[in-house]
């Protein structure tokens, strides 16, 4: 009933609301979260004094105040996701340059998606079953909890968007191996094991980083894209794709992981302010008994 009550009678009527209410809701927010509540403040500025050492305490007091408003923005901008037209991602996501995917779609090409929890990951995503041409497919973690589960998928799908429960991507990848698709991973998330990944160095720091996109993309021979979802203005996104690799099994081991992962450190440098600085991103140590994948 709980969950009825908070979908039904707050969730849906903030996601309904007119975008300069919506966006009015996210400055309270914002004071609500970063003033009085501090959500996770301690975890943000660590983040931020590891990751630009060579900044002022000044500077990164900035960098965690712009922060925390664009934040407040993906908060409520993934409520929107519940009752968003297409009308209005179409008009609130642009793709820069979507050309690129398609022409391998003409082609009969598959390609392997890289992207992170940059810009507005959700409506990136949302968007891609419109403007693109070849079958999208998403990870999503199943919740606990059925109703919420049911609701999500619905919301993050509704454009055309397949998802699949992370331990269905094999065989789902498997399946359209004939089919032209265009399977998305999401790159900077923390490995749940620290001798089972990539060690690199990434925001000056030893970071373990996940090898599926760049595993996948070496068994099927697929090329490798990342893509950018860059801020434009408050409520407004452009979406645009890096080649990575067109031939993965040319690539030396790790080496297309590296390369991904740099173009978000690129991204986050020039503006720090849009990267999910929250998320506890170096809880784990380099293990002693970690080998250097081979491929």
């Not at 993934?78 to 995917?101: G, P, V, W």
Request: glycine share 4%; with cysteine; proline share 5%.
């Amino acid at each position: 009933m709980l969950n009825y009550i908070l979908y039904y009678l707050i969730i849906i009527p903030i996601s309904l609301l007119p975008y300069p209410l919506l966006y009015l809701f996210s400055d309270f927010l914002y004071l609500f979260i970063y003033y009085i509540l501090g959500y996770r403040k301690k975890v943000v500025i660590s983040n931020l004094k590891n990751s630009f050492p060579k900044k002022s305490l000044e500077e990164l007091k900035l960098i965690e105040k712009k922060f925390y408003s664009h934040f407040c923005d993906i908060i409520v901008e993934t409520l929107k996701t519940f009752t968003i037209s297409e009308k209005d991602i179409r008009k609130r996501c642009n793709y820069k340059n979507a050309e690129m995917l398609n022409e391998y779609y003409k082609k009969g090409q598959s390609v392997i998606g890289v992207t992170a929890h940059y810009g507005n990951w959700e409506w990136g995503a949302l968007s891609m079953g419109i403007f693109l041409k070849p079958k999208t497919m998403g990870i999503f973690q199943k919740l606990k909890s059925n109703f919420w589960d049911k609701k999500l998928r619905a919301s993050r799908s509704k454009f055309g968007l397949t998802l699949i429960p992370t331990d269905k991507v094999k065989p789902w990848l498997n399946e359209n191996k004939n089919n032209v698709v265009f399977p998305g991973f999401v790159g900077d998330q923390s490995p749940f094991k620290a001798n089972r990944c990539h060690w690199m160095t990434f925001l000056n720091q030893e970071t373990p980083v996940f090898l599926g996109a760049e595993k996948y993309a070496r068994e099927f021979n697929w090329p490798l894209i990342y893509a950018i979802v860059r801020k434009v203005k408050r409520g407004y996104y452009e979406i645009e794709f890096k080649l990575v690799t067109e031939n993965p099994r040319e690539e030396t081991p790790s080496s297309i992981t590296e390369k991904h992962v740099k173009i978000l450190e690129e991204s986050i440098i020039e503006n720090p302010e849009y990267w999910l600085w929250t998320h506890r991103r170096w809880k784990y140590s380099k293990p002693d008994d970690y080998k250097p994948y081979q491929g």
